[in-house]
């Protein structure tokens, strides 16, 4: 078999691994090695993308880092839900083991970047993938913060040149939900 052929024998095991994979919204404190999170980002950016822009940026948040994001959230949670609100959301935030934030390289074509942002949508499925098949889980979040121009301030990323994909947590679960999908009946044209 060359290089460029796929690996057949391995196809059970891979679509044994994405419908396993879960979302996970609770972790235990223990933090992935940093050397097994390296590896998962290494697969990341195996992702397709179009004319090989690779668009993606990966942004490992360190303690610091993870503070200054906590704290803002903390800000956008007390002015929309109030104190007692904010305080359960630091804490809850505050628990989570691993932090990485993935950016795209902003472009002046539209239609180059949004497909820019499928290719870094692909990077971070990879990302849950790899990480999944070493046991450890992940939770990519879009909310408004991350979409607010202080959040990349807050990760020392360059508004200008980038805009956020996402926030992924990850660590080991502390429970794995359930999950169910519509049959494909439900979702697939099949036109001749």
């Known amino acids: 078999m060359s290089a460029a052929e796929p690996a057949g024998a391995d196809a059970a095991a891979v679509t044994t691994l994405i419908r396993a994979r879960r979302t996970v919204h609770e972790f235990t404190a223990r933090r992935p090695p940093h050397a097994l999170v390296l590896e998962a980002l290494d697969a990341a950016r195996w992702a397709p993308n179009h004319h090989r822009t690779e668009p993606w940026r990966f942004t490992l948040?360190?303690?610091?880092?993870?503070?200054?994001?906590?704290?803002?959230?903390?800000?956008?949670?007390?002015?929309?839900n109030g104190d007692a609100a904010a305080a359960n959301k630091r804490a809850r935030w505050q628990a989570v083991p691993g932090w990485l934030v993935v950016t795209c390289v902003?472009?002046?074509?539209?239609?180059?970047?949004?497909?820019?942002?499928?290719?870094?949508?692909?990077?971070?499925?990879?990302f849950?993938?790899?990480?999944?098949?070493?046991?450890?889980?992940?939770?990519?979040?879009?909310?408004?913060l991350t979409r607010d121009p202080r959040f990349l301030t807050a990760i020392e990323a360059d508004a200008a040149r980038e805009f956020c994909v996402g926030l992924v947590w990850y660590g080991y679960a502390a429970a794995i939900p359930a999950q169910t999908r519509k049959p494909l009946a439900d979702v697939l044209r099949d036109v001749d």
């Open 61 to 80: 948040l360190g303690p610091q880092a993870i503070a200054r994001v906590i704290d803002l959230n903390t800000e956008f949670v007390r002015a929309k």
């Open 128 to 144: 849950a993938l790899a990480l999944w098949a070493a046991g450890i889980g992940s939770k990519w979040s879009t909310g408004a």
């Open 106 to 126: 902003r472009s002046d074509d539209p239609v180059r970047e949004r497909e820019d942002y499928a290719a870094c949508c692909c990077a971070v499925q990879n």
